[in-house]
T-cell receptor, first 115, second 112 residues
Framework: GAGVSQSPRYKVAKRGQDVALRCDPISGHVSLFWYQQALGQGPEFLTYFQNEAQLDKSGLPSDRFFAERPEGSVSTLKIQRTQQEDSAVYLC?????????????FGQGTRLTVV | RKEVEQDPGPFNVPEGATVAFNCTYSNSASQSFFWYRQDCRKEPKLLMSVYSSGNEDGRFTAQLNRASQYISLLIRDSKLSDSATYLCVVNMGMDSSYKLIFGSGTRLLVRP
């Protein structure tokens, strides 16, 4: 497809379960971002990749969160030992640009519910 | 204090009205600024970039005041289809890094 693709679209996890969320960015896009969006809030920055390099992971809320992009294309966000407060929509975005400008294109997100 | 702050609204206006949203940001070194639009249960989409000299795209005008660290979005002749949440976005990355920080969004409801 032409856009950013995320899977699964919906995920229900039992508390304590590990989950993996996948992002397929637009082909050729250098920059990739992960965001967490709670209901009624704006997207909160989690992490940023430039190709395979994770340049900023300052937004990851705890060491239970881990993101990778080993070949500079597909990215996975992994959450270990999920907690109820992890329930949110996880958005992935990609951009063809390096640095200071350029549009970020978002996927439709993965809605994670931890029960 | 949040890095990017917006009035959450909602702003409830009649069709044809002019409405303005404001946003403040904390990092004076920020270099690029955007307004995104997000419809209910959809992903954010770029509405427009914000340039230092101000810029206009049809009914939408964006302005930047670096001295006050303030960004605005003006919508003229509001349409029903403008109803959405408007997100102020600031790139707070350093050098070649890219750290788009979103405000919490301002909700707009345009009524017939």
């Amino acid at each position: 497809g032409a856009g950013v693709s995320q899977s699964p679209r919906y995920k229900v996890a039992k508390r304590g379960q590990d989950v993996a969320l996948r992002c397929d960015p637009i082909s050729g896009h250098v920059s990739l971002f992960w965001y967490q969006q709670a209901l009624g809030q704006g997207p909160e920055f989690l992490t940023y990749f430039q190709n395979e390099a994770q340049l900023d992971k300052s937004g990851l809320p705890s060491d239970r969160f881990f993101a990778e992009r080993p070949e500079g294309s597909v990215s996975t966000l992994k959450i270990q030992r999920t907690q109820q407060e992890d329930s949110a929509v996880y958005l992935c975005a990609s951009s063809p640009m390096l640095g200071r400008s350029g549009e970020a294109f978002f996927g439709q997100g993965t809605r994670l519910t931890v029960v | 204090r949040k890095e990017v702050e917006q009035d959450p609204g909602p702003f409830n206006v009649p069709e044809g009205a002019t409405v303005a949203f404001n946003c403040t940001y904390s990092n004076s070194a920020s270099q690029s600024f955007f307004w995104y639009r997000q419809d209910c249960r959809k992903e954010p989409k770029l509405l427009m970039s914000v340039y230092s000299s101000g810029n206009e795209d049809g009914r939408f005008t964006a302005q930047l005041n670096r001295a006050s660290q303030y960004i605005s979005l003006l919508i003229r002749d509001s349409k029903l289809s403008d109803s959405a949440t408007y997100l102020c976005v600031v790139n707070m990355g350093m050098d070649s890094s890219y750290k788009l920080i979103f405000g919490s969004g301002t909700r707009l409801l345009v009524r017939p």
